[in-house]
């Protein structure tokens, strides 16, 4: 059974910097798109960046020349460094997995349309 754990959350002051980490197991990770999609507090899901099983990558513009989201295939483990950050990104943020046979990112924000969903991890960023 595949399984994603995110870490890496934490408080963060506004301008600060924050990495999160994604460790996969239990599936073929490098043949995976992967998302990270992110819940405000009293907010929806909102997609954040995805990366294809290729290495092509796109983001949101709230985030864009902030954040850099990276793959790892030989840890078999995804990355979100996140720069610049700013209170409006306090969040749980989740890394997704949806297996795709081309180099398509999904920007779904839907549970249900991914193969692997992660237990999230909070970030706060205030001073």
């Known amino acids: 059974e595949g399984q994603l754990v995110e870490s890496g959350g934490g408080l963060v002051q506004p301008g600060g910097s924050l990495r999160l980490s994604c460790a996969a197991s239990g599936f073929t990770f490098s043949m995976y798109a992967m998302s990270w999609v992110r819940q405000a507090p009293g907010k929806g899901l909102e997609w954040v960046s995805g990366?294809?099983?290729?290495?092509?990558?796109n983001y949101v513009p709230s985030v864009k020349g902030r954040f850099t989201i990276s793959r790892d295939n030989v840890k078999n483990t995804l990355y979100l460094q996140m720069n610049s950050l700013e209170p409006e990104d306090t969040a749980e943020y989740y890394c997704?997995?949806?297996?795709?046979?081309?180099?398509?990112?999904?920007?779904?924000?839907?549970?249900?349309?991914?193969?692997?969903w992660g237990q999230g991890t909070q970030i706060t960023v205030s001073s």
């Open positions: 997704a997995a949806k297996r795709f046979y081309d180099n398509t990112i999904s920007a779904s924000t839907r549970e249900d349309e991914y193969d692997y």
């Open positions: 990366i294809s099983s290729g290495g092509s990558t």
